[in-house]
């Protein structure tokens, strides 16, 4: 496996597993509740992982708090952080707060500087 992965997994902070994909970043994570595979676009992840580098996103609440400069914006609502993009945001994203924090932590530390390509197929064996 190919992936980038955050520290070890603990109830409170799951391993996330990074890795690309063409012009989009996997995210994919697994919780004692549920798991799933979040895609976004190369452009945004890079934006992100800039602004919480930045400090900008650190102590996010329910307020939303933009991140760029081209209108993305995040909030922490209901226990997920939830990531608005695009023209309107009509785009969008949802986290656990947990696997948030495993990933700013990550990208923080640079374990998520360098991602690797992800294998096509293990993407579509993930998806049945």
Not at 69 to 81: E, F, K, M, Y
Not at 91 to 102: D, I, M, N, Q, S
């Amino acid at each position: 496996m190919l992936w980038q992965a955050t520290t070890p997994a603990t109830p409170d902070a799951p391993t996330v597993r990074v890795a690309r994909s063409g012009a989009e970043v996997v995210i994919r994570y697994r919780t004692v509740n549920a798991g799933d595979d979040v895609r976004l676009p190369l452009v945004i992840w890079a934006s992100l992982a800039s602004a919480t580098r930045a400090g900008r996103l650190d102590g996010l609440g329910e307020a939303w708090t933009p991140w760029m400069s081209s209108g993305g914006r995040v909030r922490l609502h209901d226990g997920h952080v939830e990531l608005g993009y695009g023209y309107l945001h009509g785009w969008g994203g949802l986290l656990p707060e947990p696997v948030w924090r495993a990933l700013a932590d990550g990208v923080r530390d640079g374990t998520l500087d360098d991602l690797p390509h992800a294998d096509p197929q293990e993407l579509v064996d993930a998806a049945r």
